[in-house]
């Protein structure tokens, strides 16, 4: 059988209370290579895949779970060498959504390895000449001014120009519009941002009094995610990938 492979770059730490029996498992179970063991830490890897296994301390939330995404190029490959080494996956599965088939596995410290490869409505990247810059979402709003500065005073953005029907907003390398509410641009919008660390963008926006909705998730396709609402419904999504 020609082993499957990892084909998308992944860096965590896990925090284990069995050090010995954790690199065992990623080792025999998972295929991980070990390429240090001190003791107190492992470093092991699976072709772009990083693993950092640390001993963690008692007292020092051991029901703390956390989830991992590898992307494969063969999940039914990684079933079945999964399966055959005792790891019990779950059976691979359609996510629709995500256009991926996932299959699922524990480590023995409760932690879930998700597996996953795309199916279906995949696109050649495109050979033209790269033209596309930026995008700049459009949110409409009712109230333009009290967006601007809530966008400004609560979500962080820096205002780069506002009159009484557009905002300009701008955060990092990010652009926003805020546009008023007409019958051409009714109902609400959303977008979503890739961000390096969504836990304290999180923390940020939460105490600056954010409508936000509920911590961020680690998903199975790969991104540590959550929402926030604006005043007039629009969604911003965050999101961080496992990499």
Known sequence: ??????????????DVADLARAVTFY??????????????????????????????EPGTGGDARSILFFETDDVAATYD?????????TAPEVVN???MRMIEVRDPDGNTLWFGTGVG???????????????????PLSDVAAGVT???????????YSQHDIGVM??????????ARSPRHTGIGSCAFYVTDADALHAELT???????????????????????????NRLTFAQTFE
């Open 97 to 99: 959504w995500i256009k």
């Open 27 to 56: 080792r025999d179970t998972v295929g991980f290579e070990v390429h240090a063991n001190a003791g107190q830490s492992a470093e092991l890897s699976l072709g772009p895949a990083r693993i950092t296994l640390g001993l963690r």
């Open 81 to 89: 060498i999964l399966a055959a080494r005792g790891a019990e996956p």
């Open 207 to 233: 105490a600056r009094g954010a409508n936000v909705q509920g911590p961020p998730v680690s998903q199975p396709w790969g991104l540590r995610e959550f929402s926030v609402l604006d005043p007039e419904g």
């Open 170 to 179: 701008d955060r990092d390398d990010m652009r926003v519009l805020l546009i």
């Open 1 to 14: 059988m020609t082993a499957p492979r990892i084909v998308a770059p992944v860096s965590r730490h896990l």
């Open 121 to 139: 409505g995949g696109h050649e990247r495109s050979q033209h000449r790269r033209i596309l810059r930026k995008v700049m979402p459009e949110l």
């Open 150 to 160: 809530h966008y400004r005073d609560v979500l962080g953005f820096d205002v780069n």
